[in-house]
């Protein structure tokens, strides 16, 4: 490394940061991505007459081709189709999950936030207690009793992901809850309810918008895993999560057809939703901050 | 420093008992349970009103909670009905597997995250910096199992350079380093990347803040190489309150363990508490709940106790 280059980068490492980090093009590719993937699940099973759930042993494995764009799988099932009507569970999944526990984290953090004192001490050992089982171990216990039913398995995977979003709204509350703002409604005569979702919620927007878009994210990764595990959704519905989890057989087919689309599906949605909560993060300071 | 442990580890004590009491609420509101597995499926609803009742298992729930931790009082974890075997046993014969793997998988990610985080540090917001930065979120995107069937397709079934799965060779019954150090590569690698992402950004974000300080400004001003102002001075300061990150993480790993140990079926911890949610095994179940708690509980005193001792400008109280 010569002089010039260190001397550069020395002066480099002191200049503030604030240009952006990132091109935006990689949001801008996110958002694309996000848009057509959901597009695509929500609207061309409609356009395109194929049955995800014909099985037709005589075409087990087939290669991609004209008649099945990306092949079929072991039991000759179109694995396009399969792959756009998993993609719609599998979103839903996420986004109803990520909103089930948005919806417990803030009402739970709000609460420990703002009141305080013995109440928030108390919420906040439950959440320490909860914190020391590891996530995995709750989702697959629960996950495994209620087995079969999709609506529970969005309950399920919302029931055991409030946690982060809680600690972080509760800490927003706690700064928030001391704005002029908060006395001015109270002279008004606003009660605690009125006070805490009518104004301090709505303020910490930034914080519960950003931790949503990552929660999807997360929800949809814990859908692969318990489908992975055989506890997710029930064949032959498909999704995202049990078509990968047949990967590991159908490895030994040598389908590549079958292992690669539906992990690039995840991995490249889930990729574009942290870039969006990523990019949303840095942004939300600015944005939504100082109101 | 004493005051502090000692007042933590009393305040550990509510919330182990509180992970017991969840845990054992949680395993009677569950249908089925070890009765039906024990009895099979031929079972007369006679014999499974005997079982239950030689279990003890027709009382109410609050009294089996207490004569389960009179029991644990005395060291007895619980007796596992379906494997027959003491659960202290079952577990005793896991952890270490699942703490070797575990290890592993840190040495891997920090080994990987400490210099990614250092460089993408010192050249941010250039070109190296961004493509580690799109690296590092679509490895923190990956699903995990779909990484480890990745890897044993290209590493294992490809190439034939490592192990699918497993301990060790089932040629010998002995000991054996090399294949054990080899069935360990894979999975460690897998568990690590769950990691990796996390802690390569947490380096990176903190090693920018040392590089805006005083102290490595006279470092560089005063000519230092910048690798002995980056490694001797700034990433001292900044792997700091990496510690703390480190003591939280436990928890990620037993999880990511299960699901690690389930592709490269590799006998530990993960997959035992598989097979007890399979096999509705409530004893296993219990005490390995408890026993992680107890592990997640103490890694987390441990990075506070170390974050106090490593930087003398934080009271401990």
């Known amino acids: 490394m010569s002089e010039a280059t260190v001397a550069f980068a020395a002066e480099e490492a002191f200049t503030p940061n604030t240009v952006r980090r990132r091109p935006s093009g990689i949001t801008a590719l996110s958002l694309g991505w996000l848009m057509i993937t959901v597009a695509a699940c929500a609207l061309v099973p409609f356009v395109l007459h194929v049955d995800a759930y014909a099985t037709n042993v005589t075409h087990a494995y087939d290669p991609p081709g004209a008649v099945h764009w990306l092949g079929t799988d072991g039991l000759g099932r179109d694995e396009f189709m399969r792959l756009l009507i998993g993609g719609r569970i599998t979103l839903v999944v996420g986004a109803v999950a990520a909103l089930v526990a948005m919806l417990i984290g803030t009402v739970y953090g709000a609460l420990c936030g703002y009141y305080g004192g013995w109440l928030d001490t108390a919420l906040m050992r439950i959440v320490d207690v909860l914190l020391s089982v590891p996530t995995l171990f709750l989702l697959l216990f629960l996950a495994a009793m209620f087995h079969g039913n999709v609506v529970a398995l969005m309950l399920v995977i919302g029931a055991t992901s409030w946690l982060q979003p809680a600690r972080l709204v509760r800490g927003e509350l706690l700064t928030l809850k001391e704005r002029v703002y908060v006395e001015a409604a109270r002279a008004v005569g606003a009660g605690d309810r009125r006070i805490i979702f009518m104004h301090l919620v709505p303020n910490a927007a930034g914080t519960v918008i950003t931790t949503t878009t990552f929660m999807v994210a997360s929800a949809m990764l814990a859908e692969t895993a318990l489908s992975y595990l055989g506890i997710g959704v029930r064949a032959p519905t498909p999704s995202w999560g049990n078509l990968l989890s047949s990967a590991q057989s159908d490895l030994f087919a040598q389908a590549y057809w079958l292992i690669l689309p539906p992990g690039f599906a995840i991995l490249g949605t889930v990729c574009a939703l942290n870039f969006l909560g990523d990019w949303l993060r840095e942004h939300e300071a600015r944005s939504f901050g100082d109101a | ?317």
């Open chain 2, 1 to 317: 420093m004493t005051a502090f442990v000692v007042r933590r580890l009393l305040l550990a004590i509510p919330t182990v008992l509180g992970v017991t009491i969840l845990t054992f609420a949680l395993l009677h509101l569950a249908p089925g349970g070890p009765v039906l597995a024990l009895a099979g499926e031929r079972a007369t609803p006679a014999q499974i009103a005997q079982i239950t009742h030689e279990l003890g298992l027709d009382k109410p729930w609050p009294q089996q909670y207490g004569a389960w931790l009179a029991a644990l009082a005395h060291g007895d974890l619980g007796y596992s009905y379906v494997r027959q075997r003491p659960v202290l046993t079952l577990i005793a014969e896991r952890l270490p597997q699942t703490v070797l793997l575990m290890g592993c998988a840190l040495i891997v990610s920090i080994a990987c995250a400490v210099p990614l985080g250092v460089y993408q540090a010192y050249r941010r917001n250039q070109g190296f910096d961004r493509a580690a930065s799109v690296f590092v979120f679509i490895a923190w995107s990956m699903p995990t199992f779909w990484f480890g069937t990745l890897l044993i397709a290209f590493f294992a079934v490809n190439l034939k350079w490592l192990p699918v799965g497993g301990l060790q060779t089932l040629d010998t019954l002995a000991f054996d380093w090399p294949s054990r150090i080899a069935h360990l590569v894979l999975p460690a690698a897998t568990l690590a990347i769950v990691s990796l992402a996390a802690w390569s950004r947490y380096i990176r974000g903190s090693m920018i803040e040392q590089l805006r300080e005083d102290y490595t400004r006279t470092a560089v001003a005063k000519g230092l190489p910048m690798r002995t102002v980056l490694f001797r001075h700034t990433l001292r300061n900044a792997l700091i309150p990496f510690i703390t990150l480190l003591g939280g993480t436990v928890p990620a790993l037993f999880g990511g363990a299960v699901i690690t140990e389930q592709i490269f079926a590799y006998p530990g911890m993960g997959q035992l508490f598989w097979q007890s949610a399979v096999d509705r095994d409530y004893s296993t179940l219990l005490g390995m709940t408890l026993i992680t708690a107890v592990l997640v509980i103490a890694g987390n005193l441990l990075a506070d106790a170390l974050y106090a001792v490593v930087d003398p400008r934080v009271q401990v109280s």
